[in-house]
T-cell receptor
Framework: AQSVTQLDSQVPVFEEAPVELRCNYSSSVSVYLFWYVQYPNQGLQLLLKYLSGSTLVESINGFEAEFNKSQTSFHLRKPSVHISDTAEYFCAVSQTGGFKTIFGAGTRLFVKA | DAGVIQSPRHEVTEMGQEVTLRCKPISGHNSLFWYRQTMMRGLELLIYFNNNVPIDDSGMPEDRFSAKMPNASFSTLKIQPSEPRDSAVYFC??????????????FGAGSRLTVL
């Protein structure tokens, strides 16, 4: 079975500052890893994913995450955040060859002017 | 494609009433998932289907909950009878399914259920 731990429930940060949202996972088998974003009153949207290959993956809006197998982590980073990045971010894990995707509890990112 | 379509977007009902939530997945997606989101428990996977067949319903909280997928383009989640603790946002999501290397979920906008 897989599990996901997001270490911070809320992260307040000033605009243009860097941010890191932490995610650790537990699994006895190989996994796919994801970050999803949820804006108020909307469904979740895929932000980025790690399936295989390069351990550093990037999104189109400046976020990146690095798969670290030894530390079982998949932290999300952005060097300079915008007000529009205010949202809830979910880390998720799925077993390769499996159906289920398990989500972490979410981290609420609040960007202040 | 219009994405995953859920209805109703909002439902307010009284305890004991039957509630039916509906979902139309993305055309060509083989897997469909029902999640429930609450402040206390976060996102919980209730049930998922592959090729219209229920694969795992271990997340369904009680016998009051049931889900069906009669064809590739439609699924329902039913609660009968409803209780106040069922109040939550229910999300439907679909994906291409196993083997594609994707496992990427596309979510609907959700159905917000309030049981009084």
């Amino acid at each position: 079975a897989q599990s996901v731990t997001q270490l911070d429930s809320q992260v307040p940060v000033f605009e243009e500052a860097p941010v890191e949202l932490r995610c650790n996972y537990s699994s006895s088998v190989s996994v796919y890893l994801f970050w999803y974003v949820q804006y108020p009153n909307q469904g979740l949207q895929l932000l980025l994913k790690y399936l295989s290959g390069s351990t550093l993956v990037e999104s189109i809006n400046g976020f990146e995450a690095e798969f670290n197998k030894s530390q079982t982590s998949f932290h999300l980073r952005k060097p300079s955040v915008h007000i529009s990045d205010t949202a809830e971010y979910f880390c998720a894990v799925s077993q390769t060859g499996g159906f289920k995707t398990i989500f972490g509890a979410g981290t609420r990112l609040f960007v202040k002017a | 494609d219009a994405g995953v379509i859920q209805s109703p977007r909002h439902e307010v009902t009284e305890m004991g009433q039957e509630v039916t939530l509906r979902c139309k997945p993305i055309s060509g997606h083989n897997s469909l998932f029902w999640y429930r989101q609450t402040m206390m428990r976060g996102l919980e996977l209730l049930i998922y289907f592959n090729n219209n067949v229920p694969i795992d319903d271990s997340g369904m909280p009680e016998d009051r909950f049931s889900a069906k997928m009669p064809n590739a383009s439609f699924s329902t989640l039913k609660i009968q009878p409803s209780e106040p603790r069922d109040s939550a946002v229910y999300f439907c999501a679909s994906s291409l399914g196993v083997g594609s290397g994707a496992n990427v979920l596309t979510f609907g906008a959700g159905s917000r259920l309030t049981v009084l």
